[in-house]
């Protein structure tokens, strides 16, 4: 057999763990391999070795049979082996050309010649059916459109083995088709692929082979038409997983959240959020589904106050808190477990513990009269701790930026639980996590349900929209376009509604 | 007011030069990622080493010696901002805090070492450049009594090299990556960018430049290395932000602080100015600043990446 | 710009005494080679700091203004903001000090709490403006600190000679009479003469105040919370501009202090034309001590040391005075290059686990 | 203290007992071609002359403390004998005369004084004052004489008694050769500027050349650095074959204007001889006749101020003249006011 890539007793160690410990991985010609592992598995950290951006600490890699060290990209690049980051690595400002071209330039003379290279991709553009205009700049296009740069960006560099890393975390359900459509397209072509993904149907869907990594060491390789979701689930996480979360019919009780003809500006000062009213009700959970930037952080953040709100209003528990502060509103019984844990949810540089009260430390026992009390917060703390299962290092006392990003996100989730909000927003709350933490936290959401509370979650995860919801608000552009029960849609329902169908419109 | 614009031209541009230059070299710096703050003491060790090079050879080179001080100071400027180049792209430092320690060395180390050579701390040029009127362009109406009457030939280099640096940075490979570099370090690396190597050849350019800026205020106005450059550093730092990161918008903003500073200082000959209280004309430029970094800060083209040590790798 | 902030004062202190070491080891280095005993010179600079009653009492009062532009350095950098402007919020409150000494005549305890008052609003205002900047604009303070310091030295350029101006002297302020400045007999008594006075205990005062804020109190919390993330405290329903304004009026309010230490403690007028350096210093006092108030003060002191010993030492043998600027500039250099040094540190430690 | 010298220096001993001389320097550099040097030098003289061991401290910042502070530190490294250039040491030596009383202590263009105002020179102290606008008036003159006709200017540093006194005579001699010598010298109000520091060498040049501009012929400037960059301007004036005159001040500066082989455009200078009042400030104290509680002045008449002996830019004719007049100023034939009375600035 024929293999493109093989890497061999792979090592590598990270100061206190051993991201990869003697795995080995083999790509056939012309199959796309999938590569699977929890979060911290060591996935990413392999292909950046095949990429050059780390050195083994151990073993050999041969590309088509003959053994080559891979010192940097550009080794990596003349071996033509390309990779797409799990978050991209473009330049905001740079033409797509200029990204594209960025360290392989062409020049006339001394000057760049960015002519020809435009038209160069404007070719390969239409050859992979791709559709992208050389000159837009990158902060002007979607964010599938950026990820097909990148494809380009490797094709152009003439690359035979293609990496892929969690490329569909951060698209849409249709271009999550479209991308499938095009690794097929490239293979075809004779390219080879490597795709990491935690999405286990994606794998099914377009995967001939998969690997399976854990806490940095090999699983297994499997052929995926032979193998089932939930075999290779179970070699992920080294357990059973059940995929559908346990919950009981909701009872939906008084009105908690109202939101009233509510529209709001984005960051780009146009309506990111138009007239949308809707209603989340004690004892249910309202799931927001739709394609990331259509509504979703402009209507969390007008409900939060982190945004102005330009007309309309929102009502809790009937009192209005359109104009209130964000921290009136925490007072008022809001609870919000931001989408970017790092960005917002966390002070990296407190301690767990002043972490804790971020929200309530102004509030008696956690200080008196101006002064902090220490022992009140650090009791708090480790309440928080034990129920909600965060583990770090020093205890109350580890930094935050010490802790992983599971840990983090239970921290978060503990806290804001623990304020004991009569509405909970939770948006993203398991995005990057691996399955284990995932059900740990859709647990703790449907407990809060359970108890009486107003759950609303913003998810770009479809999966777990249907599943942790029990009913279903679609935004698309700004607008809502329905909502629907849990219990009476499916996918396919939603997936249109996402693309700014309504309900009725499509036959 | 003619007559008075054309009078204060030649020393408004004179004025001018070192800062833009200085400032060309912060834009080199922070456009590939490294704030620079210690562009200051960049220009004191320029001023340094030309000042030492020029009053040692002017007995030997009357001629030559200046233009050897040129490249002297260029060069100490180039060997002192690698400490800053060390600190912030090898040991991933604080950039602000590496630039604050080159401004304090550069201040102390320089009168130092000025002090066991000549004893005072101070060292004085024989002579600097001759100022000159440019033949032919210098007889064109208007233009040629602002712009080619009384130059100083630093000027045209430095102009030379602002053009220079527009084209490097906007057309070549090398200015590509370099503003990959300030941007997204990581998306330059991966692209095979030594973004390492990059960032020191820009740091070490700045370097050159502030050198550059340094000696310049010796061979023009001041004829002496005093251990500073009385905050022309700093200056040219907020010229950089006034400027946008950009070359020409950092040429408008130093011309900008250039004229307003020598108004400032003829105003008490100039009956025409000598009613505005000297205050007012002294601290009109840096007023000003303020106003239009408020002014910009809606759409700051700061290059993302700025300040922030790049680790290669890191995620 | 983002400041990185390290924590672990224990790690600290071993860094800022590396550091120190360095320093002296640099500074040791460049005195050989310029032909003196590196070994004499230091003698001579430690006993110029501290060899009488006096000279400790000097040295105590060359820190005073260190102490506190090194504290407002170290607080702004506690809640995220780079304060490079400490030069002229010290010139504004040390004019405005001058100025309630040299107009009010009041009996010396009224007269010093509104010197004092005084002194604190100049350093607080001059702040305030670049902290309203930065909040509501954005505009990145160490531009708009520079700026403010130049304006306050015109300002003070001209206000001085117009309002104050001294009896013989343009340049600089009519003398703060006695019952308006922060020298006291008792204390000059008891250090032989010294200028150290009443400003050391506001210094140290102001560092105990400034570490309780820090570290106790809800104040403290949100001001660090905003500089360390000011995205989640927002989040957090903290508000943002205000602590950055209040952040950066305390900063100035402890530089406005520092300033009246110097004019009305140290000196006894206020002189034109010149940015105290003191304030640019306090940027390297912050960073030795690891932007602690107690770290700060203790750099101060050290500081002190060498600023008020270097004279002697240049009395005595032939090395110029400016090697004590070198020593500090390679120290902040070393601190600032901190890696490098915990590096060895590892290194080290590895080296003996390894035997 | 520490005195690691056995022979004591303390009393007014006629003996040749070895003292050391130390100097505390101004705001300014020890080369400052100004009066900070023109000390320097003076004592440098009398060390090699007497054998003494000198010194020089340059302060941190200007202030009493730091003044204070390095008079401390050369008394205690025992030298005995301080010379303080500037009028900004008047309330430094009024304590450290008390404070140090076995010390010497000469004061420069101002005498020890309270904060009060209040004046007071003890026996170990001597106040030594110059009579600058004498030196102005002579340069006057010489200047007036030597261009005959067109515009002059005045650069001041900061606005200083010693300052003001050489503008002040400077004025008074354009105006007694105007009257005199029927010259036709002008001085425009705007072209007697005080720029405001010593430092700001950019300012200098700015000043200087908008004079020049303006048809001003010579710039007295008594400024410092900022004299310089007067200096620096009619430099590269006269370079370019345009007529630029500087009147340097304190020390005869014409080296520093020399821009082509040997010649200069300083066209004279208004000269205080501070090393010589260094000088025998030390000669007397080394001969016991220390003149400790007085404050001395020197003047034309005990030839303190005046012009260089060589004036190459100044034609015989006009340094004979000037001669004359300088002889006059001595015998009090021509008496110059140290006030402004109704002169510009
Ligand atoms: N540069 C680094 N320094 C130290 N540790 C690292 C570094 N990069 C990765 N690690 C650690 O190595 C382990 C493997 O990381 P890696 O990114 O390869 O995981 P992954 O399988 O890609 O996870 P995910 O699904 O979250 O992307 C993790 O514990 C990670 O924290
Ligand atoms: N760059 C790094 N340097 C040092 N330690 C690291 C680094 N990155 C991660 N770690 C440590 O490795 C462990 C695993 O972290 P990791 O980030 O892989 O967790 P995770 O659950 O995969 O989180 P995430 O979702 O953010 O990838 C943590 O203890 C973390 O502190
Ligand atoms: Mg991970
Ligand atoms: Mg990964």
Same mark, same amino acid.
């Given at each position: ?188 072509? $004779? ?308 693309? $700014? ?7 | ?315 | ?70 504290? *407002? ?107 308006? *400045? ?11 003469? *010294? ?161 | ?345």
């Amino acid at each position: 057999m024929e293999y493109v890539v093989e890497m061999l007793n792979i090592r590598k160690e990270f100061p206190g763990i051993i991201a990869n410990d003697n795995i080995s991985l083999e790509l056939k010609k012309g199959e796309i391999h999938a590569l699977m592992g929890e979060n911290g598995a060591g996935k990413s950290t392999l292909m950046s070795i095949l990429f050059g951006l780390y050195q083994p600490d151990n073993g050999s890699i041969r590309i088509k049979g003959k053994e080559v060290r891979i010192s940097n990209p550009n080794v990596a690049n003349d071996l033509g082996i390309g990779m797409v980051h799990q978050h991209f690595k473009l330049v905001h400002n740079f033409t797509i050309t200029e990204n594209i071209i960025l360290g392989i330039e062409p020049k006339k003379g001394l000057t760049l010649d960015l002519k020809s290279a435009a038209e160069r991709i404007r070719l390969l553009s239409e050859q992979y059916g791709l559709n992208v205009d050389p000159y837009e700049k990158i902060e002007n296009v979607s964010v599938g459109m950026q990820q097909r740069v990148e494809i380009i960006k490797m094709l152009y560099r003439n690359a035979e083995v293609l990496i892929f890393d969690e490329p569909t975390a951060v698209l849409t359900p249709h271009e999550i088709l479209d991308l499938m459509k095009i690794m097929k397209n490239l293979v075809a072509e $004779g390219k080879s692929i490597i795709l990491i993904t935690h999405k286990l149907k994606e794998i099914k869907a377009v995967a001939d082979r998969c690997t399976v990594i854990r806490r940095g060491k090999l699983v297994g390789t499997v052929d995926v038409a032979a193998t089932s979701e939930a075999r290779m689930a179970e070699m992920m996480v080294g357990r059973q997983v059940s995929f559908q979360v346990d919950k009981s019919e909701s009872k939906p009780g008084e009105i908690i959240l109202q939101v009233e003809n509510l529209s709001v500006l984005n960051h780009r000062k146009v309506l990111g959020l138009k007239g949308c009213s809707l209603d989340v009700r004690s004892g249910e959970i309202l799931g927001i589904a739709g394609v990331e930037g259509n509504g979703q952080t402009e209507l969390v953040e007008a409900i939060t106050g982190l945004t102005r709100i330009e007309s309309g209003k929102v009502l809790l528990k009937e009192q209005d808190i359109t104009h209130l502060l964000i921290r009136e509103r925490i007072e008022a019984g809001i609870a919000h477990i931001p989408e970017d844990r790092q960005k917002r949810g966390l002070v990296l540089d407190y301690t767990i513990e002043e972490n804790m009260v971020l929200e309530v430390y102004d509030r008696v026992p956690f200080s008196n009269k101006g002064l902090l009390d220490r022992d009140a917060i650090r009791n708090y703390t480790d309440k928080i701790m034990k129920n909600f299962d965060v583990r770090a290092g020093e205890g109350a006392e580890s930094f935050a930026r010490t802790l992983s990003g599971g840990n983090q996100q239970k921290a978060i989730v503990g806290r804001e639980v623990e304020l004991n909000p009569e509405l909970l927003i939770a948006v993203q709350p398991t995005r990057g996590l691996d399955v284990g933490s995932i059900e740990y936290i859709h647990k703790r959401l449907v407990e809060q349900r359970d108890k009486g509370k107003a759950v609303l979650l913003v998810s770009l995860e479809l999966d777990e929209i249907l599943n942790v919801s029990d009913r279903i608000a679609i935004v698309s552009n700004g607008e809502l376009i329905g909502i629907v029960n849990a219990a009476e849609t499916n996918e396919n329902e939603v997936g249109l509604m996402m693309a $700014g169908v309504r309900k009725g419109e499509s036959n | 007011m003619w007559t008075i614009l054309v009078q204060i031209f030649p020393y408004a541009i004179a004025f001018t030069i070192p800062l833009l230059i200085t400032a060309l070299g912060g834009l080199f710096s922070e456009r590939s990622g490294v704030v620079n703050i210690g562009l200051e003491g960049l220009m004191v060790v320029g001023s340094f080493g030309g000042a030492l090079a020029i009053a040692k050879l002017q007995p030997v080179f009357p001629n030559g010696a200046v233009w050897i001080g040129i490249v002297v100071a260029m060069l100490t400027g180039i060997v002192f901002s690698l400490l800053h180049a060390f600190a912030s792209i090898n040991l991933n430092a604080n950039q602000v805090i590496s630039g604050t320690a080159i401004n304090m060395l550069a201040g102390a180390l320089t009168v130092f070492l000025a002090r066991n050579i000549t004893g005072s701390g101070n060292i004085r040029i024989g002579s600097g450049l001759p100022r000159i009127d440019i033949p032919i362009l210098s007889s064109i109406p208007i233009v040629g009594k602002l712009f080619f009457t009384q130059t100083y030939a630093s000027t045209w280099l430095v102009l030379v090299i602002l053009a220079i640096s527009w084209y490097v940075l906007y057309k070549t490979a090398f200015g590509l990556r370099l503003r990959a570099c300030g941007e997204h370090p990581h998306a330059a690396d991966s692209a095979g960018v030594n973004v390492f190597w990059v960032r020191y050849i820009a740091v070490m350019l700045s370097g050159a430049f502030a050198g550059l800026g340094g000696v310049v205020i010796l061979i023009t106005y001041s004829g002496e290395f005093t251990g500073s450059v009385s905050g022309l550093g700093f200056l040219a730092l907020a010229a950089l932000i006034f400027g946008q990161w950009k070359p020409l918008g950092i040429l408008g903003a130093t011309f900008f602080f250039g004229f307003a500073s020598t108004i400032a200082n003829v105003s008490q000959v100039m009956p025409a100015l000598a009613s505005i209280p000297s205050v007012i004309l002294k601290v009109f430029p840096y007023v000003v600043t303020l106003i239009a970094l408020i002014v910009f800060s809606k759409s700051s083209q700061a290059p993302r990446a700025a300040g922030e040590p790049f680790e290669h790798g890191k995620r | 710009m983002k400041l990185q902030f390290k924590k672990g004062s224990a790690k600290s202190a071993v860094v800022a005494f590396l550091a120190v070491i360095f320093g002296l080891l640099a500074g040791a280095l460049l005195i050989a080679v310029t032909g003196s005993d590196p070994f004499t010179g230091y003698a001579y600079l430690f006993k110029g700091g501290l060899m009488s009653t006096e000279r400790i009492g000097d040295t105590l009062a060359t820190s005073t203004p260190l102490i506190l532009s090194g504290l *407002s350095v170290a607080f702004a950098f506690k809640t995220g903001l780079f304060n490079i402007g400490a030069s002229g919020q010290m010139l504004m409150g040390g004019f405005c000090a001058t100025a309630v000494g040299l107009t009010l005549p009041l009996p010396f305890i009224i007269l010093l709490p509104l010197e004092i008052l005084a002194a604190i609003m100049g350093g607080a205002i001059w702040a305030v403006v670049p902290g309203f900047m930065k909040a509501r604009f954005n505009v990145h303070e160490v531009v708009s600190t520079i700026m403010m310091n130049w304006i306050s030295y015109w300002i003070i350029y001209y206000a001085v000679p117009a309002y104050f101006k001294g009896q013989f002297l343009e340049t600089e302020s009519r003398a703060i009479p006695d019952a308006a *400045s922060m020298k006291v007999n008792w204390l000059t008594h008891l250090f032989d003469g *010294s200028f150290v006075n009443l400003g050391l205990f506001l210094a140290i005062a102001a560092v105990m105040i400034i570490a309780f804020i820090l570290n106790r109190t809800v104040m403290g919390y949100e001001l660090k919370a905003v500089g360390y993330n000011r995205f989640a405290a927002e989040y957090a329903g903290i508000n943002v501009n205000r602590n950055i304004v209040l952040s950066m009026m305390i900063a100035g309010a402890l530089a406005g202090l520092g300033g009246a230490t110097m004019y009305i403690g140290n000196a006894s007028n206020i002189q034109i034309g010149i940015l105290p350096s003191q304030g640019f210093d306090g940027i390297a006092v912050a960073l030795l001590g690891a932007n602690s108030p107690l770290g700060s003060m203790f750099a101060a002191l050290f500081f002190g040391l060498l600023y008020s010993g270097k004279g002697f030492m240049n009395a005595m043998i032939q090395i110029p005075p400016e090697i004590a600027d070198t020593i500090i500039a390679t120290i902040i250099y070393f601190a600032a290059t901190s890696v490098l040094i915990e590096r060895l540190v590892n290194m080290l430690r590895f080296r003996k686990r390894g035997q | 203290g520490s005195t690691p010298s056995p022979a004591g220096s303390g009393g007014t001993a006629a003996t040749a007992a070895k003292f050391k001389v130390g100097m505390v320097t101004d705001s300014g550099t020890i080369d400052d071609k100004s009066f900070n040097q023109g000390t320097w030098e003076g004592v440098q003289k009398a060390g090699k002359e007497f054998g003494l061991e000198t010194k020089y401290l340059k302060p941190t910042g200007t202030t009493e403390a730091d003044y204070l502070k390095e008079i401390g530190n050369l008394y205690d490294a025992g030298y005995k004998f301080i010379v303080t250039p500037g009028f900004k040491f008047s309330t430094t030596i009024f304590q450290a005369q008390d404070k140090y009383q076995d010390g010497k202590f000469v004061i420069i263009d101002a005498s020890p004084a309270g904060k009060d105002g209040k004046e007071s020179i003890k026996p170990n102290t001597v106040a030594i004052f110059f009579a600058e606008q004498e030196s102005g008036f002579v340069a006057g003159v010489a200047t007036a004489l030597q261009l005959k006709e067109g515009d002059v200017g005045f650069i001041g540093g900061m606005e200083i008694p010693p300052v003001q006194h050489y503008n002040w005579g400077f004025q008074q001699g354009i105006k007694y050769a105007n009257d005199n010598f029927s010259t036709k010298i002008n001085i425009k109000p705007e072209n007697v500027v005080y720029q405001g520091t010593f430092s700001d060498v950019a300012a200098g040049q700015q000043l200087a050349a908008h004079m020049f501009d303006s048809g001003v012929k010579a710039v007295f400037a008594a400024a410092g650095g900022v004299g310089v960059g007067a200096i620096n301007e009619a430099k590269a004036r006269a370079k370019a074959g345009k007529q630029a005159w500087i009147v340097g001040v304190d020390v005869d500066q014409f080296k520093d204007g020399i821009y082509d082989g040997s010649k200069s455009i300083i066209l004279t200078s208004a000269m205080k001889k501070i090393d010589i009042a260094a000088y025998d400030m030390i000669k007397a104290e080394k001969d016991g006749k220390f003149p400790g509680g007085k404050s001395m002045i020197f003047n034309s008449k005990n030839n303190g101020i005046g012009i260089p002996d060589k004036n190459p830019n100044l034609s015989a004719d006009v340094t004979t003249k000037v001669a004359d007049v300088f002889k006059k100023i001595q015998s009090g034939d021509i008496k110059v006011s140290p006030d402004k009375g109704s002169l510009i600035k």
